[in-house]
């Protein structure tokens, strides 16, 4: 009689693995999907970007310009007297001599104003010089005057002294001495009328004169400005130099106070350059500078700052404290360094274009094995035309992404990839 065998039922079937296994893939599903990194992220191309390392170093706290060199004085020209060119003698670029004729311009309306100013200064001599006449001729008629009155009351002085001899004897009659008295008493008064009448016309006269004076001597000074002004119709060179521009063709037309050139005095140059506004409060007269020029290294100081800003940015101008370059030449580009302070030991990131898109908020930082990159906040302090001076977020060592971020948007991670081509 056989022997009945146990038959062990299979605990692991081929359905049951089949759950299990699905089941896994869930769970781990819903836990990745709770504890995973789920940030944004976007596969990159090494080879297509540009890897710089953070480090420790000498921050050289300076500004990269870029400058013209132009001539040490310049000396514009200006109208000062408006009207038409009427002749040009000398062209633009050519070499000049204090003194020397550049143009000269016509102006009927000075020259009519002129006319005016004569005819009026003619009509006033001849008011002075009538009135002079006049008071002349109204004195020597006053003076006869006075003589024929002295000459009435010596004589009728004598008549009343003899009416009184005759008066005393009772040789005339009280009314022929009354009359004789009164007739003395009468010629003295008119004379004491005459003589103040005299002095008050005298004193009007001499006040009318002065007046006249003054106000002809008026005319002469206002006429000499306006001869003045027809001598400044010619334009001539105020300093020895280079007309190095004239605005000006024969028939045109200029008002007072328009730009006609300009004279470059040339013993000297300077180089001009323009400084974005972020930096005017930093800038001060005495920064030194310098750059390289034909394989020599040259001092540069600020000599002169235009506070004015104009589009985002102020002039300065840099002058060679121990001497220019021989093969310097106006107009030629200058680029210099201009130092802002002092060196220091600071955390040190290379420029690049990333700046452009972060303002220097933040960056993509390499994990350490080089297959990501983590966007991560910095503050950024200083700069000069290689580093930015590292205040916060990134230390020695740490690599970061320095080249463009435009075509990141706002993806927190960057998966690096090597060329699949090699």
Same mark, same amino acid.
């Given at each position: 009689?056989g022997m ?5 039922k299979k605990?692991?079937t081929?359905r049951r ?5 699905v089941g896994?893939i ?5 836990v990745?999907q709770?504890f995973?990194?789920?940030?944004p ?6 080879d297509?970007?540009?890897i710089g390392?953070?480090?420790?170093g000498?921050f050289?706290?300076f500004l990269?310009l870029?400058?013209?060199?132009v ?5 514009y020209?200006?109208a000062v007297?408006?009207g038409q060119?009427?002749?040009?003698y ?5 070499m ?7 143009l000269?311009l016509?102006n ?5 104003d002129?006319? /005016?100013?004569?005819a009026?200064?003619?009509q006033?001599s ?6 002079r006449?006049?008071m002349?001729q109204n ?6 005057q006075i003589?024929e009155?002295?000459?009435a009351i ?7 002294e003899?009416?009184n001899?005759l008066?005393?004897?009772d040789l ?8 004789a ?7 003295k008064?008119?004379r ?6 005299f002095?008050?016309d005298?004193?009007?006269?001499a ?5 006249l004076e003054?106000?002809l001597?008026?005319?002469r000074?206002?006429?000499g400005?306006?001869?003045q002004?027809l001598d400044?119709?010619?334009?001539r060179a105020p300093?020895?130099g280079?007309?190095?521009s004239?605005n000006a063709?024969?028939?045109e037309s ?8 300009q004279?470059?005095i040339?013993?000297?140059?300077k180089i001009?350059?323009?400084v974005?506004?972020?930096?005017i409060?930093?800038?001060s007269t005495?920064?030194r500078?310098q750059f390289?020029?034909?394989g020599?290294?040259y001092?540069?100081?600020l000599?002169?700052i235009y506070?004015e800003v104009?589009?985002?940015?102020f002039a300065?101008?840099m002058?060679?404290p ?5 093969d310097i030449?106006?107009?030629q580009?200058i680029?210099?360094n201009?130092?802002m302070g002092?060196?220091s030991?600071q955390i040190l990131?290379?420029?690049?274009s ?6 220097g ?11 990501e990159?983590?966007r991560v ?8 035309r290689?580093y ?5 977020g990134?230390a020695p ?6 080249s463009g /971020?435009?075509?990141?948007g706002?993806?927190?991670r960057l998966v690096?990839?090597?060329d699949?081509?090699k």
């Amino acid at each position: 009689m056989g022997m009945d065998r146990k038959i062990e039922k299979k605990r692991w079937t081929l359905r049951r693995l089949i759950y299990l296994v699905v089941g896994t893939i869930v769970v781990g599903l819903i836990v990745y999907q709770l504890f995973g990194d789920n940030s944004p992220k976007l596969n990159v191309e090494m080879d297509r970007l540009t890897i710089g390392t953070v480090k420790q170093g000498e921050f050289q706290d300076f500004l990269p310009l870029t400058g013209s060199v132009v001539p040490i004085r310049t000396v514009y020209l200006d109208a000062v007297e408006g009207g038409q060119v009427d002749t040009i003698y000398l062209e633009a670029g050519s070499m000049v001599a204090q003194g020397d004729t550049i143009l000269r311009l016509s102006n009927t309306n000075l020259l009519l104003d002129i006319m /005016y100013r004569e005819a009026e200064l003619f009509q006033q001599s001849n008011n002075l010089r009538n009135t002079r006449l006049a008071m002349e001729q109204n004195r020597l008629a006053l003076e006869t005057q006075i003589l024929e009155l002295d000459h009435a009351i010596e004589n009728q002085a004598r008549n009343y002294e003899t009416a009184n001899k005759l008066k005393e004897k009772d040789l005339i009659a009280q009314q022929t001495w009354e009359e004789a008295r009164d007739t003395h008493n009468y010629l003295k008064r008119k004379r004491d009328l005459t003589m103040k009448s005299f002095h008050a016309d005298s004193l009007f006269r001499a006040t009318q004169i002065q007046q006249l004076e003054e106000g002809l001597e008026r005319m002469r000074g206002n006429l000499g400005i306006v001869k003045q002004n027809l001598d400044r119709l010619v334009l001539r060179a105020p300093v020895s130099g280079q007309l190095t521009s004239l605005n000006a063709e024969v028939g045109e037309s200029k008002v007072r106070g328009e730009r006609l050139g300009q004279v470059d005095i040339l013993d000297g140059f300077k180089i001009r350059a323009q400084v974005d506004e972020y930096y005017i409060t930093r800038i001060s007269t005495g920064l030194r500078g310098q750059f390289d020029l034909s394989g020599q290294s040259y001092a540069l100081s600020l000599d002169k700052i235009y506070p004015e800003v104009v589009n985002g940015q102020f002039a300065i101008e840099m002058a060679f404290p121990t001497g220019e370059p021989v093969d310097i030449r106006r107009g030629q580009t200058i680029r210099f360094n201009l130092e802002m302070g002092e060196s220091s030991e600071q955390i040190l990131l290379a420029r690049g274009s990333h700046y452009q898109t972060t303002g220097g908020r933040w960056i993509y930082r390499l994990s350490d094995n080089e297959k990501e990159a983590m966007r991560v906040p910095i503050r950024l302090g200083r700069q000069n035309r290689d580093y930015f001076e590292v205040l916060e977020g990134l230390a020695p060592g740490d690599r970061v992404i320095t080249s463009g /971020y435009d075509n990141f948007g706002d993806i927190e991670r960057l998966v690096l990839q090597q060329d699949r081509r090699k």
